[in-house]
């Protein structure tokens, strides 16, 4: 098997004495392990970091086992943010999140095009808003979504939080994501609709599958508070 693609580094970790396994969200072929040889060379390692854009190559002699990976570095993301602890968490987060919610080698274009437009965003004062958002389409990428119409809703313009069901279990979402307004949002609101996201993603993947959620996730939510 032999293809060519772009994507987001989302884990890697050390094989052998100078490769390593790396983990891409791509485009076209969603996410895919390979091998990188020499991925511990001081050449090749310092783009090789969590988020970065690349363009791999794949190369598998057998479809049941490991390929390999040639890559190039098309847009480093994560060392921008390296002074930035809230947004670090966040990027750490992600990658987690598609690590452990993605299957291997399964197209999710409608997911890829939300994170490059989340990435595109990231420099905005409103960043957080993006990043909660692209939470809520990963859910309904991945076959999970919900409801919200704002006609089932009164006194929208005064009340900040409401209580709705999602499979008979009950949630509280702010009235931002209801009328799906993310301008001028404050910290408060963004700490609830944290926890909603939270709350849908624990209660739909990891609870029912006896997975840990990501720490780096409940940290910047307790950051935000």
């Given at each position: 098997?032999?293809?060519?693609?772009?994507?987001?580094?989302?884990?890697?970790?050390?094989?052998?004495?100078?490769?390593?396994?790396?983990?891409?969200?791509?485009?076209?072929?969603?996410?895919?392990?390979?091998?990188?040889?020499?991925?511990?060379?001081?050449?090749?390692?310092?783009?090789l970091q969590l988020i970065n854009k690349i363009f791999v190559v794949y190369k598998s002699k057998n479809e049941n086992k490991i390929g390999y990976f040639s890559t190039e570095l098309i847009e480093a993301i994560s060392p921008k943010y390296f002074n930035n602890k809230k947004k670090i968490l966040c990027l750490n987060s992600l990658c987690s999140i598609l690590k452990i919610l993605l299957p291997e080698n399964q197209a999710y274009q409608k997911i890829y095009n939300s994170l490059s437009e989340l990435l595109?965003?990231?420099?905005?004062?409103?960043?957080?808003?993006?990043y909660i958002n692209w939470e809520l389409e990963l859910i309904h990428g991945l076959g999970f979504g919900f409801e919200a119409?704002?006609?089932?809703?009164?006194?929208?313009?005064?009340?900040?939080?409401?209580n709705i069901t999602i499979d008979n279990i009950e949630y509280k979402i702010p009235t931002f994501l209801i009328l799906k307004k993310f301008e001028n949002v404050d910290s408060e609101d963004l700490a609830h609709a944290l926890n909603f996201s939270r709350c849908l993603m624990e209660n739909k993947f990891f609870n029912p599958n006896n997975i840990r959620f990501p720490h780096s996730r409940v940290l910047l939510e307790t950051q935000t508070l």
């Open positions: 098997m032999y293809w060519e693609d772009e994507g987001f580094i989302i884990s890697k970790k050390k094989f052998r004495e100078n490769a390593i396994i790396l983990e891409v969200f791509t485009n076209k072929f969603g996410k895919v392990s390979g091998i990188v040889y020499g991925g511990t060379s001081r050449k090749i390692k310092n783009y595109n965003n990231f420099e905005k004062k409103n960043w957080l808003t993006y119409n704002p006609k089932n809703f009164s006194n929208l313009d005064t009340k900040k939080i409401f």
